[in-house]
């Protein structure tokens, strides 16, 4: 029983025998006199207040349900319109995506002709002039990017910034042709990128290949590799480092 209900019992019943308290009459008794409140009187005015407090009830009630029906149906409105902005947004980061990626196409001849060496001329580089090259792979492809290999490099030899402000620290690994680079390499630049550099990405580059165990601990620890052939397309075919080394496009 509710409190509304329980008041207007009381109401109904206390209103009598507050009449014959100030009148100076008992309460409540079996005896039919007059100015006495009988037992069936008092029984009487539960019934009413009962009665009377029944429909009461079913409004308050019946109130409740359409409050709690009306914000069911704001937040569902809320929900539906939260995922249709949700996905006008994916939409136009998509159109955007689409839009940037064509543009590297476009522009696949102008970045050629800036900068492109071939598999054969990096093969015979020295590992000072392989950090060159991939310098100036990453300056041609937008990012502004700097040579940082020495004594004291922190297993960094160049660190690059994109348009975003995305931090990219590269290890470049300059190899004999056949030689493959192992997981020490990768724990290297791991351990050192972001607690040195403040890369957001870390990657190491070679003129090799990697030892299976070193492109497993790479792909689980989203180190980005790029092998020989992966090498070819971003120097040789002007792929853009977004689409061989897939980083989050700077969009």
């Not at 019943?13 to 309460?27: D, E, I, Y």
């Not at 990453?138 to 960094?156: C, S, T, Y």
Request: charged fraction near 25%; proline fraction near 3%.
């Amino acid at each position: 029983m509710s409190w509304k209900l329980g008041l207007i019992i009381l109401g109904s019943l206390g209103l009598p025998l507050v009449n014959n308290w100030a009148s100076g009459q008992p309460l409540a008794s079996a005896d039919p006199g007059n100015g006495f409140m009988r037992i069936q009187d008092i029984s009487a005015s539960v019934t009413l207040g009962l009665i009377l407090a029944l429909p009461v009830e079913l409004f308050a009630r019946a109130s409740h349900r359409r409050q709690i029906r009306h914000h069911r149906e704001e937040i569902k409105r809320l929900l539906d319109e939260n995922r249709k902005m949700q996905a006008q947004i994916l939409r136009e980061e998509e159109r955007r995506r689409d839009a940037w990626i064509a543009g590297l196409e476009t522009s696949r001849p102008n970045r050629r002709s800036i900068h492109s060496p071939s598999i054969a001329v990096i093969d015979k580089s020295s590992p000072a002039q392989f950090e060159e090259i991939v310098r100036k792979l990453m300056e041609r492809d937008g990012l502004k990017a700097e040579v940082i290999g020495g004594r004291g490099d922190q297993a960094v030899d160049v660190l690059a910034v994109d348009v975003a402000g995305q931090r990219i620290a590269v290890q470049c690994k300059h190899t004999t042709r056949g030689r493959k680079v192992d997981s020490k390499v990768l724990y290297q630049i791991n351990g050192t990128a972001q607690a040195a550099y403040g890369a957001n990405e870390s990657m190491v580059v070679t003129n090799g290949s990697f030892t299976r165990d070193a492109a497993a601990w790479g792909a689980r620890h989203g180190i980005r590799l790029i092998d020989r052939e992966t090498l070819t397309r971003w120097s040789e075919d002007a792929d853009h480092l977004y689409q061989v080394a897939d980083l989050e496009l700077p969009i």
